[in-house]
C-alpha cells in the first residue's frame, strides 16, 4: 500500500492523522478519494479553546489567525490548545480587556490562574494570538543579498524561537489490566536521553524540564478508543505530553500537535516521534539504480526505523540547530565554471566544533522548490549502525517556504564512501570523493578510523 499510494510524498499520510483514520476505519475504497484530499490539504495550525480541562474535550471555539477573538457569552473555558509559534492571551473580559494570562503551550485552565491570581478556568471571554518573540541568535539568521553562498533556514522564526528552548514535558502511562505498561522511570529515562542528544545537537538551545507525572486507567484495548480515553484523562499543560501505551494495544507509535503515543521505551523512538511534533516527516531512500523508494530506510536519521546517532543535515538544518557558516550554498560556484571543490567536516552528534569546514554542500535544484544536501553523518563506525566513518550522504530536501506541521521529509539519493573513485549522480549534479583525512584509533583490540574531513567535486 505504501508505494502503491507513494504516502511517501505527504507526510500527513505516513503518521499521526493517517494511521488514526485507519485505525477508525475510515480508510475504505469508498470514501478515500475524499478523505485523501482531506489529509492532504494544507493545514493552517489553530488555536483551539476547549470546554473541559483535557485536550480531548469539546471544541469551543478555534481561530487560525492572530489578532482579538471573543469567546461566546455562555462558553466555559477550561482547555486551549496553543500551536508552537504561537502565544495565546487569555483575557477575563471581552475585546482583549481586563485581567489576563499569556501561555505558548497547550494548557489546562482548571490548574490556570491570571496574573491576579484568579482562576481562568470558565473565566475566559476572549484570547489574544501573536507569534512568540523570536530573540536574535546566530542559529536564526537571514541571508543578504550579497550572501550568495548563504543557505536560507525557511522555518517560521517564531517556531523556531519556540522549539529551541526549554521544553516541559508531562509523562502519561496508559494502563490497562491484563496489560503491562513500562514503568514511569523507565520513560523518564528515555526522555533524558533523547534530550541529552537534544541539548548537544541544538548547541544548549534546547532544554527538559519534567512537569510531573500521571497514570490513567482506561478500559477498552483498541488503540484509538484507549487513545481517546487517555487524552481526556491526562490534564497536561505542557510544550510536549508523552502518552506510553500498554504493550500490545497498538501497532504503532505516533505523534499529534503536541503528544506522541509511544508503545516502548526504545530512545530512537521517542526521537522519532518528538521530531514529528518539532516539524520533522520521515527519512527515505529511493535507491539510484531502480529508483524504487523505501519507506524511513535512511539509518543516518532518527526519522527512519533504523537505529540512528541524528537527525539528518537538512533536519537539523530546518530545526535551526546549524549556523550560517555551517551550510554552503553551491549554485553560484558550478553555474559560473561547471564544477567545485568543497570539503565537508561530518556531522556526527552536532556538537559543538572548533573546525572552520562547513557540515554540508547545498545545491538549489533548478527549477524546482527542492535543495541537494550533501553531508558526511558520522566520523567514524560505532555500534549504532553500519554507516562506515567519511561515508557521503545526498539528500533531497523541500526548501519548506511557508510549511506548517510535519514539513521536512528528506529522500536519500546517494551514499557512498569516502575513498570511492566513481562519481556519483544526484539529482542532476554528479559527486566525486578526491581526498580526506583520518586517523586510527585503538579501540578493544581493533584499530578504527576516524575521518575529520572529505574533499569533494562536484559538477553539473
Given at each position: 500500500m505504501w508505494e502503491t499510494c507513494q504516502t511517501y510524498e505527504h507526510a500527513e499520510l505516513e503518521d499521526g492523522l493517517f494511521l488514526d483514520e485507519v485505525q477508525a476505519e475510515n480508510c475504505t475504497a469508498a470514501n478515500w478519494s475524499a478523505l485523501r484530499e482531506q489529509l492532504i490539504a494544507p493545514r493552517v495550525p489553530l488555536v483551539r479553546v476547549r470546554e473541559s480541562c483535557n485536550g480531548g474535550s469539546q471544541v469551543i471555539q478555534e481561530a487560525p489567525s492572530n489578532g482579538?477573538?471573543?469567546l461566546p457569552q455562555?462558553?466555559?473555558?477550561?482547555?486551549?490548545d496553543v500551536p508552537i509559534g504561537k502565544a495565546v492571551t487569555l483575557h477575563a473580559a471581552g475585546d482583549c480587556t481586563g485581567d489576563s494570562v499569556t501561555v505558548e503551550t497547550d494548557t489546562n485552565l482548571c490548574e490556570t490562574s491570571f496574573g491576579s491570581g484568579a482562576s481562568a478556568n470558565d473565566q475566559v471571554r476572549s484570547f489574544r494570538i501573536q507569534d512568540v518573540e523570536a530573540p536574535t541568535s546566530e542559529h536564526r539568521y537571514d541571508c543578504a543579498g550579497d550572501e550568495s553562498t548563504c543557505v536560507k533556514n525557511n522555518n517560521n522564526a517564531n517556531r523556531l524561537a519556540a522549539i529551541n528552548k526549554k521544553h516541559t514535558?508531562?509523562?502519561?502511562?496508559?494502563?490497562?489490566?491484563?496489560?503491562?505498561?513500562?514503568a514511569l522511570s523507565a520513560i523518564q529515562n528515555s526522555i533524558r536521553d533523547v534530550y541529552r542528544h537534544y541539548a548537544v545537537a541544538s548547541h544548549g538551545q534546547v532544554s527538559l524540564e519534567f512537569t510531573g507525572s500521571q497514570t490513567v486507567q482506561v478500559t477498552s484495548s483498541n488503540c484509538t478508543t484507549a487513545k481517546n480515553q487517555a487524552r481526556q484523562k491526562a490534564n497536561s499543560s505542557a510544550f510536549l505530553t508523552v502518552f506510553v501505551l500498554p504493550g500490545g494495544m497498538c501497532s504503532t507509535s505516533n505523534a499529534g500537535s503536541r503528544s506522541v503515543f509511544l508503545k516502548g521505551t526504545l530512545v530512537r523512538d521517542y526521537a522519532h516521534e518528538i521530531g514529528h511534533v518539532l516539524g520533522l516527516a520521515h527519512s527515505n531512500v529511493r535507491d539510484p539504480s531502480t529508483q524504487v523508494v523505501k519507506s524511513s530506510a535512511d539509518s543516518s536519521s532518527f526519522m527512519s526505523t533504523f537505529a540512528a546517532d541524528n537527525?539528518?543535515?537538512p533536519q537539523l538544518h530546518w530545526l535551526g540547530w546549524t549556523k550560517k557558516e555551517e551550510l554552503v550554498r553551491i549554485n553560484p560556484a558550478i553555474d559560473s565554471s561547471g564544477s567545485t571543490e568543497v570539503t565537508l567536516r561530518p556531522v556526527g552528534t552536532n556538537a559543538d566544533s572548533t573546525s572552520s569546514l562547513p557540515l554540508g554542500a547545498v545545491w538549489e535544484i533548478p527549477g524546482t522548490e527542492q535543495r541537494l544536501f550533501i553531508a558526511v553523518p558520522k566520523p567514524r563506525l560505532n555500534g549504532t549502525n553500519q554507516i562506515e566513518g567519511g561515508t557521503v550522504f545526498a539528500y533531497q530536501a523541500p526548501k519548506c517556504v511557508g510549511c506548517t506541521g510535519m514539513?521536512?521529509?528528506?529522500?536519500?539519493?546517494a551514499r557512498f564512501g569516502a575513498k570511492s573513485v566513481n562519481e556519483h549522480k544526484a539529482s542532476d549534479i554528479f559527486i566525486k570523493p578526491v581526498g580526506y583525512t583520518s586517523s586510527f584509533v585503538q579501540e578493544n583490540g581493533k584499530s578504527v578510523e576516524v575521518f575529520t574531513s572529505v574533499t569533494l567535486r562536484i559538477r553539473k
Open positions: 482579538c477573538h471573543t455562555a462558553a466555559g473555558a477550561s482547555f486551549v514535558v508531562k509523562v502519561v502511562r496508559i494502563t490497562l489490566d491484563g496489560r503491562t505498561t513500562p537527525y539528518n543535515l514539513a521536512m521529509g528528506t529522500m536519500q539519493l
